[in-house]
């Protein structure tokens, strides 16, 4: 099935721990987000890639890195730097990241805690 | 500068019943998209339904419809003959055309509560 996979689900942190969460998509997308929600809110762009080997800071990107390596693939990292890390990542990708008719479809998030 | 506006936190819907959820944006942007998303309890976010700002005539799939109205700036979605299955978080979107095509930006959300 087509589709975008976040692994994992649910993930636990340690203060000062750097983490990393995976994001593969067989959509053939050229296009692939990361966002970040908090409880009750909406939700907010961390980074952004249009093609293979570039990415773009979105509007919270301080305190994490992203690598886009291959089409399928878009990682994540929650570095140490980033000092209230716990929420809910949503994966997401569209065939196109310049038109506005472009349909962003996400991946089944996920939990990240620091304990 | 882009801007999604959702006024109503939470709805209540009697199952069966028909709901309205409303929308508001505003761009400067002459070509642009408006989404709408459903986020159940476990996190995933759904696609509903999409309208673009040249479209003629208002998107329906299925129980869904977005009520567009251009001029007003809404994009208000309406679903039909409510579930229990639709109790939900919706979320409204949009995206430009232009240079910030990369970005699509989200309400805050709407909490919807279908009542058996």
């Known amino acids: 099935d087509g589709g975008i996979t976040q692994s994992p689900k649910y993930l636990f942190r340690k203060e000062g721990q750097n983490v990393t969460l995976s994001c593969e998509q067989n959509?053939?997308?050229?296009?692939m987000y990361w966002y970040r929600q908090d409880p009750g809110q909406g939700l907010r762009l961390i980074y952004y890639s249009q093609i293979v080997n570039d990415f773009q800071k979105g509007d919270i990107a301080e305190g994490y890195s992203v690598s886009r390596e291959k089409k399928e693939s878009f990682p994540l990292t929650v570095t140490s730097a980033q000092k209230n890390p716990t929420a809910f990542y949503l994966c997401a990708s569209s065939a196109s990241a310049s038109l506005s008719g472009n349909t962003i479809y996400f991946g089944e998030g996920s939990w990240l805690t620091v304990v | 500068a882009q801007k999604i506006t959702q006024t109503q936190p939470g709805m209540f819907v009697q199952e069966k019943e028909a709901v309205t959820l409303d929308c508001t944006y505003d761009?400067?942007?002459?070509?642009?998209?408006l989404f709408w998303y459903k986020q159940p309890s476990s996190g995933e976010m759904i696609f509903l339904i999409y309208q673009g700002s040249y479209d003629q005539q208002n998107a329906t799939e299925g129980r869904y419809s977005l009520n567009f109205q251009k001029a007003r700036k809404s994009a208000n979605l309406v679903i039909s003959a409510s579930q229990l299955g639709d109790s939900a978080m919706y979320f409204c979107a949009m995206r430009e055309g232009g240079t910030g095509g990369f970005k699509t930006i989200f309400g805050a959300g709407t909490r919807l509560f279908v009542k058996a």
């Open positions: 761009t400067s942007d002459p070509s642009y998209g």
């Open positions: 959509l053939n997308h050229d296009a």
